[in-house]
């Protein structure tokens, strides 16, 4: 892969299912650390496109109902596996879809209630979008 040149613009998202929990799965790329599904933004394609596509490339799970929680830069972090500036795009979905199929991206996956997530060993950039998410929707089952 060449060397970076600018930031990457990726997305990223809380999936939620129909019993109020979030997706998240395990990932070697965030040194073993749990994770929300997303990607890059590919050239041409809009930011919800590539959550939509990220999300069932990663997945298989389809989603809807988007809305925007925050944006969060990652900056030549030791979390990731390679040394790479991002800019995160972070959303809350919610999924009808039943049926996960992973690829490569994660290892197993978990469905957990944000709160039951905090207390998982989860990558610093998903525990402050789980943080913002709880602040923006207190109480609330998205």
Not at 37 to 48: A, D, Q, R
Not at 56 to 72: A, K, N, P, S, Y
């Amino acid at each position: 892969m060449a060397e970076q040149v600018y930031p990457e613009p990726t997305v990223g998202a809380l999936v939620f299912n129909k019993e109020g929990k979030i997706f998240l799965m395990h990932s070697h790329k965030w040194k073993d650390k749990w994770v929300i599904p997303g990607g890059h933004v590919e050239l041409g394609e809009s930011i919800e496109s590539a959550l939509k596509r990220e999300i069932r490339e990663e997945t298989g799970l389809d989603v809807f109902d988007i809305v925007f929680i925050c944006m969060q830069e990652f900056i030549f972090d030791d979390a990731f596996w390679k040394k790479r500036h991002f800019i995160f795009l972070d959303y809350a979905c919610k999924t009808k879809s039943k049926e996960v199929v992973l690829n490569s991206e994660g290892q197993e996956f978990v469905w957990v209630t944000p709160k039951g997530a905090l207390s998982l060993p989860i990558e610093p950039y998903t525990k402050h979008l789980i943080e913002e998410f709880v602040k923006k929707f207190p109480g609330k089952v998205f």
